[in-house]
């Protein structure tokens, strides 16, 4: 019989089990395949900042197994996403694996996610996956008109499907429901059993699928010349974080929206509103932070800090599936300033907005803005947001100088805890 190269396997195995979290292992190429959960106690007197972050709320389980339907919103695909696992590969050899959704492109009514795996804290590119509402498919960095993998959704107890990859066909199955152990957790998972015939022999492969994470564990049969009979991986953490600015590489530059430079304005022309980096003094152990000076020079005026994010007005970004943003904030002066948001529609040529009022100290602080529905954000559409600011409408006379670092929007992921939970109930 004979198999693609077990390196081959190996590479492109420690990238999908991160994105076998995302999708499977990619069959007929191979089967080898830091999270986080966010909540915050609200803390100070302004209630829509909150400053001290809490465990998430355990996530509720399934009313029953035998309703468990999987749909292709219950793999957590977005860019800047992060999935670490367990590999046991067939060398015999066990490693951790980490691999991220490099870039997000909506064509219509498909996204295409970039994916890539971390590599001695490089990213190397291991291909794309499509996702459409009724499956998820996966191609190889080359590209080719077949995908190495497809995923058909509704995934249902006893439902199957074929289709071709450009090795072998492929029949899968779904077996379950079935409880299985990670070091993610415990979770109730539907299990896809792929049968794949080359050279008239059968290779199995399973992938247990939990909703809300996609697949947690997934097990396959390794070429006979290898050490090992099958692999196994397994998921670690997700982590769904997305860094917005860290100010420590290109300094203007948004690590997540690379068109968008923070840029400081003004509204009158004698008033001072300066953004730089200042090398000297980072928040949470970072060599840089942004430093933003203003002086209104005796007008009633405005003056501002912020990103366009995505370099344009004319293409406003999705912030919605975002639970919070947080970030580092000193000042020169204990003055107050605000942290604002500026979003569509637009309503007689004016976009909407919100102002989240802030009160920085003169030692650095991390502040963490809830974005969740509730009535301080109502005039705004997170689905179409233009800008993120920090913004002082100063009064005659006034000047500081701010510094902001460690710019990140978060998602939580209550799915991991209440894995985690499961298995501290069970005593596992």
């Known amino acids: 019989m004979k198999l693609v190269p077990l390196d081959n396997r190996v590479i492109i195995l420690t990238a999908i089990i991160g994105i076998s979290i995302i999708l499977t292992a990619i069959i007929g190429i191979s089967w080898l395949g830091t999270g986080k959960t966010i909540a915050q106690q609200q803390k100070g007197e302004d209630a829509n900042v909150r400053s001290v972050e809490q465990p998430a709320k355990i996530a509720e389980k399934p009313k029953s197994p035998a309703e468990l339907t999987i749909t292709s919103e219950d793999f957590p695909l977005a860019k800047g996403v992060k999935f670490t696992s367990s590999l046991c590969g067939c060398d015999g050899n066990t490693r951790e694996v980490t691999s991220e959704v490099c870039d997000e ?3 219509g009514d498909i996204t295409l996610y970039k994916l890539a795996r971390i590599v001695n804290g490089k990213s190397e590119a291991i291909g794309y996956t499509k996702k459409r509402k009724e499956s998820l498919e996966y191609y190889p960095p080359a590209g ?5 993998e497809i995923i058909r959704f509704p995934l249902v107890k006893g439902s199957a499907y074929e289709y071709q990859n450009p090795y072998v066909k ?3 199955r779904v077996e379950g429901p079935e409880e299985v152990n990670t070091p993610a957790g415990r979770f109730t998972c539907l299990v896809l059993v792929s049968d794949m015939e080359r050279d008239g022999n059968t290779i199995t492969r399973k992938s247990w699928v939990a909703p809300g994470l996609g697949s947690v564990r997934s097990v396959g049969q390794c070429d006979p010349r290898a050490s090992q009979k099958e692999f196994v991986s397994a998921l670690k953490t997700i982590q769904t974080d997305l860094p917005v600015s860290s100010f420590d590489f290109d300094p203007f530059v948004s690590t997540a929206f690379a068109r968008s430079k923070w840029k400081a304005g003004k509204g009158d022309n004698n008033a001072i509103s300066l953004c730089e980096l200042d090398t000297t003094n980072g928040a949470a152990g970072t060599p840089f932070s942004l430093k933003w000076s203003y002086d209104s020079k005796g007008k009633d005026t405005w003056v501002n800090v912020g990103l366009l994010l995505s370099g344009s007005w004319s293409e406003p970004i999705d912030l919605s599936r975002y639970d919070s943003i947080s970030f580092y904030i000193k000042a020169a002066a ?5 942290f604002k948001i500026q979003t569509g529609p637009w309503k007689e040529n004016k976009l909407s907005s919100a102002h989240i009022p802030l009160k920085p100290t003169s030692e650095w602080q991390k502040v ?3 974005l969740r529905p509730r009535p301080e954000l109502k005039d705004i559409d997170l689905t179409k947001t233009y800008t993120i600011e920090l913004v002082d409408c100063c009064k005659k006379d006034i000047s500081n100088v701010v510094w902001i670092d460690e710019i990140v929007l978060h998602k939580a992921n ?5 894995g985690i939970e499961m298995n501290k109930e069970r005593k596992i």
Do not use: F, R, T, Y
Request: with cysteine; net charge positive; hydrophobic share 40%.
């Open 105 to 107: 492109i909506p064509l």
């Open 334 to 338: 204990e003055k107050g300033c605000a």
């Open 170 to 172: 492929v029949k899968v």
């Open 144 to 148: 080719g008109q077949l995908p190495g």
């Open 368 to 370: 963490v803005i809830d």
């Open 414 to 418: 209550d799915k991991i805890k209440s």
